[in-house]
């Protein structure tokens, strides 16, 4: 029997919630902020939460200053690539793991995620090496390459939690109507894994976009994306930081208008599971 819940527990549950919310939301909400001052406002002491001079000159002088779009264009060619062949390589990869499972499973999940714990700059100069050789640096391709490396023992990892969740009789039963290998991961397995396989691609392709090391590293001009994009306003003159905030926000747009749209289609598949 479920336990009520008093009036007073859930408002304060609730405030809770919000003021966490706020606090996740607020450095966005600065930053942003920011970008409609001036140079001199942006650095006020005490800082200015209103009446200060709006403006929408920093976004003037950083679309004049630098091509946005093709730092954008970088970005969402790195991002979706690497996202995407990271799913092409961990779906059977997570599929072998889950359903054909072998005494050294567990130890080869254990090692793919151990390796998230080294360092990046532990391996720049090799990879760096590497680059030089094959002549991948500054080129999407090879920035595609190491973000999905990167990314992918998260990936195969999450895959593999969601495909265990997924009963093998099913899978058995397709087999014995005569479905192949490749009809049973793309027939039956990833139309019942299809809600997991969309927040791991969400998530990966977060992390990509997000991802600053490598593409500081490995790209100069053609293939630098947004991180890139914001890094050069950080000059040894100073920080510019109305300018900085307008570049980071211009940066941030997709991925808010992206999270948006992923809530409202999520609200709206559960509102007609409901329905249904």
Same mark, same amino acid.
């Given at each position: 029997m479920a336990r009520a819940v008093t009036t007073r527990r859930k408002i304060a549950t609730t405030a809770l919630a919000w003021a966490i919310g706020l606090l996740i939301f607020?450095? !966005?909400?600065?930053? !942003?902020?920011t970008s409609f001052k001036t140079e001199a406002q %942006? !650095?006020?002491?005490?800082?200015l939460f209103w009446g200060f001079d709006f403006t929408l000159e920093n976004y003037a002088v950083v679309q004049e200053r630098s091509d946005y779009m093709r730092f954008l264009w970088n970005s969402v060619i790195i =991002? $979706? $690539? @690497? #996202?995407?062949?990271? &799913?092409?390589? %961990?779906?059977?990869? =997570?599929?072998?793991? %889950?359903?054909?499972?072998?005494?050294? #499973?567990?130890? &080869?999940?254990?090692?793919?995620?151990s390796t998230k714990m080294l360092p990046a700059v532990g391996v720049l100069y090799p990879i760096s090496l590497i680059f030089v050789e094959l002549g991948l640096l500054d080129t999407r391709g090879g920035l595609i390459v190491v973000l999905m490396l990167i990314n992918l023992p998260i990936i195969v990892w999450m895959l593999y939690t969601y495909f265990r969740e997924i009963p093998a009789e099913i899978l058995e039963a397709a087999r014995m109507d005569g479905a192949t290998l490749k009809a049973e991961i793309l027939y039956v397995l990833t139309p019942m894994a299809i809600p997991g396989i969309a927040s791991t691609v969400l998530l990966n392709f977060i992390l990509a976009?997000?991802? =600053?090391?490598? #593409?500081?590293?490995l790209t100069a001009a053609s293939a630098a994306p947004l991180t890139a994009f914001i890094a050069s306003y950080s000059s040894p003159e100073g920080l510019f930081f109305a300018k900085l905030s307008a570049a980071s926000t211009m940066a941030? =747009?997709?991925?808010? &208008?992206? $999270?948006?749209? @992923?809530?409202?289609q999520l609200v709206r598949g559960l509102t007609f599971g409901a329905v249904k």
């Open positions: 607020f450095p !966005i909400f600065w930053t !942003i902020l %942006a !650095i006020n002491n005490p800082p =991002a $979706g $690539g @690497s #996202t995407l062949l990271g &799913i092409l390589v %961990a779906v059977p990869a =997570a599929w072998s793991m %889950a359903f054909v499972p072998s005494r050294r #499973t567990k130890d &080869i999940l254990l090692w793919m995620l976009w997000n991802e =600053a090391f490598w #593409t500081l590293n941030i =747009a997709p991925i808010l &208008i992206l $999270g948006w749209f @992923s809530q409202k």
